[in-house]
C-alpha cells in the first residue's frame, strides 16, 4: 500500500456512543494518513458529539437503515480506498493495513475480513449467527458462485473502481449480501482475510435480530436472483408449475387410455391452464435473461471506465 493512496475509514452508525470514540482512535492510529468518517443514521445517544470528540468528520443519513447509509457514504466520499467498518468495536481495526495492501498488492476491488472467533469472552459469535450465515453463506454460493465464505461481513475493503459502480438497493442489514452478489456478478476480482471478530461492550446494544433480519436477506438472495439470473429464477418456477401440472393430469391420462373418456373436466382444465402458465413463465425468463444480459454488459463497461489503483510494483 502506498502513501499516495487516499485512504477513507466508513463507518455508519446508529446509537453506538459506548464504543464509537475508540473505534474513531483505532482508525486514526492504525492508518494515520486515513480520514474517518462516521455517518450517523438518526442516533438519540451521543454517538455524534463523541464521534466529533475522537477527530472523525461526522456526516448525517437521515433514511433509516445500513444500506441507506452505505449508499450515501459511497457516494459522498471520494478516495482511492475505502475501508468499511461497524462502530461497534466488533472488528479488529488493526488488520485494515494488511486487507489495504492485499487489495494493491494483488489488484483486487474487495477484500472481505471474514470473522474468525476462538470462543473466548472477547470473541462471542452467537450460535444463531452462525448457523444464519453458513446457510444464506452457502445459498449464495449455490446460486451464484463459491468464492466467499463469510457473505455478511460487515468488514470490508473496497478500491474506487467498485465503490463507484456499486448500484445500492438495499436498506438495511442486507447490504453485505448485495456486496458481495455484485461482485460475483461481474465476477470482479476478490479476496478474504481471516480477522478476529470481537463482542460488543458491555454496555452496547446489538441492532441485528436473528430471524427478522435473516429473512430479510433470504428475500434479497431471492430478489437479486431474479435480476440477476433471470433464467434460472423463473425456470426453478416452471419446473414446479410443470410437476404439478403432471401430476394432476397423469391419472386423467391413464384413465383416458383405459376408458377413452375424461371423467373430470374441471381438473384437466387446471391442469391444461397450470401447463401453459409454466411456458409462459419459461418464455418471460428467456426475455429477461437476454435484458439482464445487457444491463450486466451496462455494469461492466462502468466499472471499466473507472481508472484502477495504482500498485507499488
Known sequence: MSNSHNIAFLIPCFNEEAAIGQVVINCKETIPEAKVYVYDNNSTDKTVEIAAQAGA??????????????????????ADIYILCDGDM???IASAPEMASKLV???????????????????TYPAGHVFGNKMLTGIVGHLFGKRFSDI?????????????????????????????IHALELRIPVAEMDTPYFSRPADSE????TFRDGFRILMVIIFLLKEVRPLLFFGSIFSALTLVSLTLSFPLFVTYIETGLVPRFPTAILASGIMI????TMVCGAILDSVSRGRREVKRMHYLNIKPLETDK
Open 277 to 280: 402458465l409454466a411456458f409462459l
Open 152 to 180: 455478511l461481513s460487515g468488514y470490508r475493503v473496497f478500491s474506487k473502481r467498485f465503490v463507484k459502480s456499486f448500484p445500492a438497493i438495499s436498506r438495511g442489514f442486507e447490504i453485505e449480501t448485495e456486496l458481495t
Open 57 to 78: 468528520i461526522v456526516r448525517h443519513e437521515t433514511i433509516q437503515g445500513k444500506g441507506n447509509v452505505v449508499r450515501r457514504m459511497f457516494a459522498d466520499v471520494d
Open 206 to 209: 446489538s441492532k441485528l435480530n
Open 105 to 123: 498488492q494483488q489488484n483486487l476491488d474487495m477484500v472481505v475480513g471474514t470473522r474468525v472467533s476462538d470462543n473466548s469472552p472477547l470473541q
Open 90 to 92: 466488533t472488528y479488529d
